[in-house]
């Protein structure tokens, strides 16, 4: 069922009776502005912190453990034009406890008290909690240059994106992060909760009109729905970027970025999922037989999709000596499935991997979740996994070279171990 609560909300009850949990996510959607990034990735970690009614973490511990140890977190990401806010709540069913309990209630009402009741005191987050929450990301984005794999994929895309949002990481940058105050940052947490395009979920076993009764308590007001595309496509260069940086390292990073035509459950996007399981993205893949078991060229290698930016990612770890090596193999492992020089076997086992892959994720009712939010963000409807699943299948050895030839290299990065 999915009701709307007022314009720009909408409301998601997912009735099951698999778990023994009530999972409740709350998703804020805003076009993706690098302005905004680092202060939506602060607010996330003020309002896991503490709230008005539960001043310090420990009050707030304390309440989760009152919820039969619900657990509760929020995170930040960026799929294609938009960045999101989550904030989640997993919960026992009650139907499992003592008559009288009212967890779920009780739950809702902890997730509204930490949405629209900040820990704020006179028209500014709580300034000791504002300044600890801001040196920990502080000491997040210096735990990120020490992971070389990491910087290097973050120095990756501001190679392969032009817009500054899409160059900028989904929980911002340290820059932005010292020009915020307690204040600026209140006022555009309010600026959030009027504005942002807001999904909440309730996944378990629970009453549909139960759940619609209480979340028609949340004071949202109306906004306008966003009507921008979801997908973000870089325009194609005529030269690759390749940029080489020198630190001292044991094992070197060489990533490299493509430009691909495959979106997320558009026409080529079950294709796009097998060309990569072929390519990278599993054990079985040419990238991982040819580049690290054949040649020992690599002591990893890699590929993935970003279907929400169009965007081809080739992780590798290898020696300094050996960058030119590599990417030369690599190269030759794309013309190979480009001519197609791969078995039907290894479509199958790709295949088959791929669906087990989806099975599995029904098991994780957040991972359900998930799906079925970027569903609605793609498509503006949901997949069914039996579609999915026939989809998968449907894929032909023609569509697959077809991919691989819409793939195009637009940028790498190499951090050498090599210091000169």
């Given at each position: 069922m999915s009701?709307?609560?007022?314009?720009?909300?909408?409301?998601?009850?997912?009735?099951?009776?698999?778990?023994?949990?009530?999972r409740i996510v709350a998703k804020f959607c805003a076009p993706l502005n690098k302005k905004s990034i680092t202060k939506r990735a602060l607010i996330s970690s003020l309002i896991e912190t503490n709230s008005k009614k539960y001043p310090t973490q420990t009050a707030l511990r304390s309440e989760l453990s009152h919820l039969y140890g619900a657990s509760f977190g929020t995170a930040?990401?960026?799929?294609?034009?938009?960045?999101?806010?989550?904030?989640?709540?997993?919960?026992?069913?009650?139907?499992?406890?003592?008559?009288?309990?009212?967890?779920?209630?009780?739950?809702?009402a902890f997730l509204k008290e930490v949405i629209f009741q900040p820990n704020v005191l006179n028209g500014h987050f709580d300034e000791e909690t504002f300044e600890r929450e801001k040196e920990n990301l502080v000491n997040y984005y210096d735990s990120i240059a020490d992971d070389k794999q990491s910087y290097a994929s973050l120095e990756?895309?501001?190679?392969?994106?032009?817009?500054?949002?899409?160059?900028?990481?989904?929980?911002?940058?340290?820059?932005?992060?010292?020009?915020?105050?307690?204040?600026?940052?209140?006022?555009?947490?309010?600026?959030?909760?009027?504005?942002?395009?807001?999904?909440?979920?309730?996944?378990?076993?629970?009453?549909?009109?139960e759940i619609a009764e209480k979340f028609k308590e949340f004071?949202?007001?109306?906004?306008?729905?966003?009507?921008?595309?979801?997908?973000?496509?870089?325009?194609?260069?005529?030269e690759v970027i390749l940029k080489t940086e020198r630190q001292e390292i044991t094992q070197a990073k060489f990533n490299l970025g493509y430009g691909t035509d495959v979106f997320y459950h558009q026409a080529n996007y079950y294709a796009g999922q097998v060309f990569n399981g072929l390519f990278g993205g599993f054990p079985h893949s040419k990238l991982f037989t040819n580049v690290r078991e054949k040649e020992s060229l690599a002591y990893y290698a890699s590929s993935s999709l970003d279907t929400f930016r169009g965007m081809l990612i080739v992780q590798t770890g290898?020696?300094?000596?050996?960058?030119?090596?590599?990417?030369k193999i690599v190269t030759l492992q794309l013309k190979e499935i480009q001519s197609g020089n791969f078995t039907d076997e290894a479509i199958n086992q790709t295949k088959e991997m791929l669906k087990n892959q989806l099975l599995q994720s029904e098991d994780n009712s957040g991972a359900i979740i998930e799906r079925i939010y970027a569903n609605q963000l793609a498509k503006g409807e949901i997949i069914s996994l039996e579609d999915w699943l026939a989809n998968i299948d449907k894929v032909t050895k023609e569509d697959i070279m077809d991919v691989a030839n819409h793939v195009k290299l637009k940028a790498a990065f190499f951090l050498s171990g090599e210091v000169k």
């Open positions: 009701i709307q609560l007022t314009e720009g909300v909408n409301l998601h009850v997912l009735p099951s009776k698999k778990y023994k949990t009530v930040v990401s960026k799929k294609g034009t938009f960045h999101i806010l989550t904030v989640s709540l997993n919960v026992v069913n009650e139907k499992y406890l003592t008559m009288g309990d009212s967890v779920l209630s009780e739950a809702i990756l895309q501001k190679l392969f994106f032009e817009d500054k949002g899409q160059q900028t990481p989904s929980i911002g940058t340290k820059q932005d992060l010292a020009d915020l105050t307690a204040t600026s940052l209140y006022e555009y947490y309010q600026e959030m909760l009027l504005n942002d395009q807001v999904d909440l979920y309730v996944l378990g076993d629970v009453n549909e009109n004071p949202f007001k109306a906004r306008k729905k966003m009507a921008q595309t979801a997908f973000y496509s870089e325009p194609p260069v005529e290898i020696d300094s000596q050996k960058m030119e090596q590599v990417k």
